[in-house]
């Protein structure tokens, strides 16, 4: 549901908004704020933290709309305003547009343009949003980035949404490239880096294709993570593709007779996301801990080569739809008790 706040000192806007916008607000898509001026305005975007867009006239009392702008853009530079107002000559635009308007409308207001600029705002900051929880999901800092993502992420308010921590039912799958240690003890360091990220390349490939996303890069092995709608069977399907096409891979060279093969270590379950490190150094990955990521990492270190195993609380979700066998139990590290667990074939 998308949040407006509408500032305007016009008294029968309210209600022409809320009678124009009715199946919007009755199907929850749409909800409105409503301030007299630009300072109530402020006011009340200290009350609302989610709004998403502002709709502001130009002339109001105690606080301008051309004001308000100039505040938002320093406070709020995530935040997307279109400027609805009878002030339609040129010099306000361009000083609207100077001080971060999104859009331009003059009034009388045609509701039928108004439905289709507030739409296309609002996608703009599903976007900016989306491109932001991409950034921190993946860890990726990228080197050109407009200003005004750059501001936010200087801002407090980027520091504590770095912060926010929930619990997230999940898969997650680690991927260990078998003996590649003994590569990396014998060829040179480039002939090394550049085998194992044609290694990752395949592996991501496949992680990626079934809706996960990598984690993180350990050592030559890979964390990846999977949420959603089917989380576990899609990283099941993940895991099986991986050990196919890693183990159709040609032999390294003639003179060094590498085939390589993965060991797989699969659990799913609860699990808590969010950002782990020091913020006094800004080194924060965005990640997932618990109890059900350390059993995933265990099964792998028990997995043989070319073995996906999984726990019994993950076998029973997929046993029929996926051939598996029991292996037995097995004492895993730090774990009181010998778990039953199980290797999935196809």
Do not use: W
Not at 48 to 59: A, G, Q, S
Not at 141 to 151: A, Q, S
Not at 282 to 306: E, F, H, M, P, W
């Amino acid at each position: 549901m998308a949040k407006i706040l509408v500032a305007d000192d016009e008294p029968d806007l309210e209600t022409l908004i809320k009678q124009k916008f009715r199946q919007k607000i009755r199907e929850h898509e749409y909800e409105f704020v409503f301030a007299v001026n630009g300072k109530d305005a402020l006011e009340k975007l200290i009350q609302h933290t989610d709004v998403d867009i502002v709709l502001t006239d130009i002339n109001m009392p105690e606080m301008d709309g051309l004001t308000l702008l100039s505040k938002l853009n320093v406070s709020n530079p995530l935040l997307k305003s279109v400027i609805v107002s009878a002030y339609g000559d040129m010099e306000n635009i361009r000083t609207a547009m100077n001080r971060g308007a999104f859009d331009f409308i003059t009034k009388p207001i045609n509701f039928e343009d108004l439905a289709v600029t507030m739409e296309k705002t609002i996608n703009h900051v599903e976007q900016i949003k989306d491109t932001l929880k991409a950034i921190k999901e993946n860890n990726i800092l990228k080197m050109y980035v407009d200003e005004t993502v750059l501001n936010f992420m200087d801002s407090r308010e980027f520091e504590t949404s770095l912060m926010a921590n929930e619990t997230i039912e999940a898969s997650v799958v680690f991927i260990d490239i078998c003996s590649f240690t003994s590569i990396s003890e014998k060829e040179p360091p480039d002939t090394v880096v550049k085998l194992l990220n044609s290694y990752f390349d395949v592996i991501v490939k496949e992680v990626i294709d079934q809706g996960g996303y990598v984690d993180k890069f350990i050592g030559d092995a890979i964390m990846a993570v999977f949420r959603g709608d089917y989380h576990l069977d899609r990283a099941v399907d993940a895991s099986l593709a991986v050990r196919n096409k890693i183990e159709k891979l040609p032999a390294l060279s003639e003179s060094v007779n590498f085939n390589p093969k993965v060991s797989i270590g699969l659990n799913s379950g609860e699990m808590i996301s969010g950002n782990i490190g020091s913020a006094g150094l800004k080194r924060l990955d965005y990640t997932v801990i618990g109890d059900t990521v350390n059993t995933a990492q265990r099964l792998q270190s028990s997995a043989d080569k070319g073995q996906i195993l999984i726990s019994e609380k993950a076998y029973e979700k997929i046993k029929e739809s996926f051939n598996c066998r029991k292996v037995g139990e097995v004492s895993l590290k730090n774990k009181s008790n010998p778990m039953n667990i199980y290797e999935v074939f196809d």
